[in-house]
């Protein structure tokens, strides 16, 4: 999001009188309340020297070039028309243009002087944007409305547009999460945030009249439409130039001035954040409809694309069928001309996934589409017409005609009861009372009730993603800053260290590392069509592979069985760009199919599943063992003064599976073996414990060659599981029934410690009990000298029924029994 810094300060003078910044303290404004700025703010270029604002008084068109050149007469109150040579087009007799006269200096140092060209005297430049550091749109030159200014009046004043001599633009990076601050709305009351500013909300109703429909209209369920509004402007004058004010704000924010009647709509897109668009009402025919489109319908957007709908798509239609692509894009046939007098303007909120699909299956990316797929405030929709029709009736001298049509609303936004502590609890910091509060009605928030007890929270309608106390906490928090928040690591808990398991995998991880292998990432997918060329046996088990409904590539839709063919490809990307001496290894789990293993039917949500329907779920899961693999090509000792060097061989992967068993306290065995894709006689299975649980050695030269491996490329793949490593990640044991929650206060002696307490608990509260939580430490005269108060929640949960209120007491007693007799706790009164 670009935007110029004068808008911003403008938007919030109107509450802040004389408030103003400079660009760094701006910057920091943004950071301060978690935006990111994309690199340093961008000062407008100074231009130096006598920039004019003239009338061109005549055109002549010169012929005989390969473009089109104009020779014009321009006045700027001189003695003599000024003459300047130009090849832009946008411009007719009468025009007001900006004319850089010999001797300015224009940005990036070019200065203007007398010359000929294309056989004319040139004294001075007709100015574009570009040209002057006012955007980047180099389209056309600068043509200001009437009124504007006089011929020979200096340029500068009208350029900055009551923004100073120098404006800045600053660049922000806006997260999906964040689609308010796409706006200068938004971004402006996130800075009123940071800088503890008054904010004047510029998305207001006018309360134009509303009499009777302004369009017929009919909106479909199936849309999914929010909301949608029209409103008419009509009288419109055609030849009505946007004022320089409104263009200048838009160049500077990267979008290039088209007509009134667009750029009104993009203003106001802009400015509120609401995506709009403008129909000429003289081309529709017929109402209006909302609807998915049919299969076989096509629509002609604004590019001149005839576009096939899908089914999914929204549309907007006329009697005619569709003409507009709902939140991406227009149809050709309604839109607004040179001649168009009579708009009809929409102001619509969709649904936010339709349009993000709409877009990826059309290619159509859009700033509208952008801010659809973020979320658009529907109760800013009137507020947005409004303004965009008394804008557009300003600027074209039309009429607002006396008549709205309004379907839907805005969401109702849930309330959320709040604990105003919380905040304070989650940073470890003590914010002063009403902190929370007042940092919450900043951002929008409708605030009720005591702050010593709850508050019941209502977020805007533009803060969809504030749905829970978490969200709150996390705006408070950035608000008041999470660079006071202290960074204290906690004390991990005694006698929770690695597991055998992953001590083992990290022992052979860092073993093969300290043999001189590189570790990789492998993929847990690939392409079934690799085991041909590994040249593998038609019943080999590694075939026997399990598609993915939902691949995240699509040509690698199933689970891997081996690690081979993703260290295979890594190898082959390094080998592309010039690394040829590789020893690669990877830990990582595979996916082997089991009698049971398959697609589970979905469970019906109108009851618990039943002991056959969890254990077929158990049983649907495929066996994950965890293997090790290594690959070599190239060297494997390079060369150096101590020798030649020499080149990996079969031995280099026997050795490292020796290395693995060492890494695990294992004896290996190796014996010959012929088994794909190694070369049958330089191959070797490994054996633990009498049982095979790998292979090691030479690649066959076919399979090197079919993979793209250079010739005598060697291999190992081994069983870590069956090893003795054990990390298959088990699938979660979940409940389906809900908790009994019981808190308990109990006093002790000051040096009894909490862990004691809460083993005490654990002891006594049975297989139920779920979770023991320690929430509060309290001490004080009335517990007592050296006594102190340790308040816990129990959580009890059981696997096959929901527990009773009744069970969940008596498992609390039974807890409460078991820590007096341990540490001679007692229930706090």
Known sequence: MRIAQSWLTEILQRANDGWSVSP???????????????????????IDGPLTIGRVSSIEELEGFKKPIRFCLVDVCGDEPQQIVCGARNFAEGDLVVVALPGTVLPGGFEIG???????????????????????????????????????????????????????????????????????????????????LDFADPAVELELPSEGEAWPLEVAEESGAQRFALRRVTGIDPTARTPWWMARRLLLSGVRPISPAVDVTNYVMLELGHPMHAFDAAHLQGGLTVRRARAGETLTTLDDVERTLDPEDVVICDDRGPISMAGVMGGASTEVSDDTTDVLLEAAVWDTLAVFRTIRRHKLPSEAGKRYERGVDAAASIAALDRAATLLAEITGGTVEASLTDVGSAPAMPTIAFDPERPSRVAG???????????????????????????????????????????????????????????????????????????????????????????????????PSVFDAMGLDDDDERRSTMAVVNPLESDKGHLATTLLPSMVEIARRNLTRGSRDLSLYSIAQVSFRTPTTGAVEMLPVDREPTARERQALSASLPHQPVHVAALYTGRRVPASHFGPGRDADALDAVDAARV??????????????????????????????????????????AACERLGLPGRSCALELDLTAVGAREVLPAPSISPYPAVNQDVALVVDVSVPASAVEAALRSGGGDLLESVRLFDVYTGSQLGEGRKSLAYALTFRADDRTLTEDEGTHWRTAAVEAAEAAVGASLRG
Not at 31 to 42: A, D, I, T
Not at 122 to 145: F, N, P, Q
Not at 672 to 700: K, N, Q, Y
Request: charge should be negative; include cysteine; hydrophobic fraction near 40%.
């Open 24 to 46: 760094a303290e701006l910057d920091a404004g943004f950071v301060r309340v978690g935006l990111e700025v994309e690199g340093e703010p961008e000062q407008l270029p100074e």
């Open 114 to 196: 007398k010359r000929k060209t294309y056989g004319k005297p040139s004294e001075g430049m007709i100015c574009s944007a570009s040209e002057l550091g006012i955007g980047s749109d180099h389209s056309g030159i600068i043509v200001l409305a009437e009124d504007t200014a006089e011929p020979g009046d200096p340029a500068a004043p009208v350029l900055a547009a009551g923004a100073g001599e120098r404006d800045t633009v600053i660049e922000l990076n806006v997260t999906p999460d964040r689609g308010y601050c796409l706006s200068a709305r938004g971004l402006a009351r996130e800075l009123a945030c940071g800088f503890g």
């Open 429 to 527: 910091v003590e914010y002063p009372v009403g902190t929370t509060r007042h940092r919450l009605e900043q951002i929008g928030c409708t605030v009720a009730g005591d702050d010593s007890v709850l508050l019941e929270v209502t977020a805007p309608a533009w803060r969809p993603d504030l749905t829970l106390p978490a969200d709150l906490v996390e705006e408070v928090l950035r608000l008041e800053g999470l660079e006071n928040i202290p960074s204290v690591l906690p004390t991990a808990p005694a006698g929770r260290g690695l597991t055998a398991t992953q001590r083992g995998r990290r022992g052979v991880a860092h073993a093969l590392a300290a043999a001189g292998h590189v570790e990789v990432l492998t993929s847990p997918f690939c392409d």
């Open 660 to 701: 693995v068993g060492r890494a695990l306290g294992a004896d290996i065995d190796v014996r010959a073996a012929d088994h794909a894709p190694w070369h049958p006689g330089r191959c070797v299975e490994v054996i633990v414990d009498g049982e095979v649980v790998g292979h090691a050695g030479e690649l066959h030269p």
